[in-house]
């Protein structure tokens, strides 16, 4: 039986794998797990929207995979960040299951920011009868449990090798949204302080958070109304005040796209706007639009003394994207 389950815990990746095949190779390489060049001060992995369920083998097997295979690295990872939609109903066996995985399979540290799917859809399908205040909680208990910290809100931050990992996330205000968030002005604030602290050095900060900000990285085209309504929740005017911000979502579904057809259509996995550098993940664990499909799909971001690398890659196959990878100086010098 255990020989079986074991074939079965993979067949996922092994599917993935054999897709993969077949897929035109333009712009993708397969070197050894590395960062870019020597020097490098921080190396993050990133992914976004497991949609994990807790009877859904194929999704746990892409995850499992995808952080084993980050063992084989020639390079040190510093974090894995994940950025919402961990679990599709916002079901506590899913819920954790997510994290005994991450705490299995994954060997750093993990900055984990909660989703629509983990929060506003609870009640969907009948998995889950709790409220969004009881799916909130939730979520809380379980990174508190995790990381061993003491959190009271859906927000916080992490210094990974002395750079700012500032998680925003939904407040649940009188009762919460199925898919959008709301932000109370003492997150507003906690952002801006943390903010202040993180790039007071000419250092790079990474604000983490499930929803894209409205009219960035094509939002609007892809799923209208779907992003950070910058009326009640304006994180833009905060982030804008300090240089080297860089603002890290998931929720579009939309896959990783060449640069030269984010040009063209707008649809840009990165952007820089009025100073902020604005990241588009990919979903790891359902099929995306608007760009590659294929699940299993994330990305590297890498600091240096003077820029940021953003390179995305498929985390079941190893195949890089060199066509979609961007290269950002840092507006300062670090001190």
């Not at 009948?126 to 799916?135: G, L």
């Not at 700012?164 to 003492?186: L, N, Q, R, T, Y």
């Not at 996995?269 to 294929?294: H, K």
């Amino acid at each position: 039986m255990s020989v079986v389950k074991a074939i079965f815990s993979n067949f996922g990746a092994f599917l993935m794998a054999a897709i993969m095949a077949f897929i035109p190779t333009s712009g993708i390489e397969l070197p050894i797990l590395n960062t870019s060049e020597e020097n490098c001060l921080l190396n993050v992995e990133m992914i976004s929207d497991t949609h994990l369920e807790a009877n859904g083998i194929f999704r746990q097997a892409f995850l499992k995979t995808g952080l084993k295979n980050l063992k084989r690295s020639k390079a040190a990872v510093d974090a894995l960040v994940v950025t919402g939609d961990l679990t599709n109903y916002g079901d506590e066996p899913a819920l954790a299951e997510f994290y005994e995985i991450i705490k299995n399979d994954f060997d750093g540290q993990a900055i984990i920011a909660a989703g629509n799917h983990d929060i506003g859809h609870v009640g969907d399908r009948d998995v889950t009868d709790i409220t969004r205040e009881e799916a909130k909680a939730n979520v809380i208990k379980y990174y508190n449990e995790y990381s061993g910290r003491d959190l009271t809100e859906n927000y916080y931050s992490e210094t990974i090798n002395g750079f700012k990992f500032i998680v925003i996330g939904d407040d649940v205000i009188d009762g919460g949204h199925w898919d959008a968030m709301d932000m109370s002005p003492e997150q507003l604030q906690f952002l801006d302080e943390e903010l202040a602290e993180g790039t007071k050095d000419g250092k790079p900060a990474f604000v983490c958070c499930h929803w894209p900000v409205d009219n960035i990285n094509g939002q609007e085209t892809i799923w209208p109304d779907c992003g950070i309504d910058l009326e009640d929740n304006d994180i833009k005017s905060i982030m804008e005040k300090y240089p080297n911000v860089y603002y890290i979502s998931g929720h579009m579904h939309a896959g990783i796209k060449s640069s030269a057809y984010g040009e063209m259509f707008g649809l840009k996995t990165a952007e820089q706007v009025n100073g902020v550098t604005y990241i588009s993940l990919p979903t790891y664990g359902i099929i995306n639009m608007f760009g590659n499909p294929l699940s299993g799909t994330g990305a590297q971001l890498e600091v240096y003394a003077d820029k940021v690398v953003f390179r995305p890659r498929n985390f079941i196959t190893g195949k890089w994207y060199t066509n979609a990878a961007y290269e950002f100086e840092l507006a300062d010098v670090m001190k």
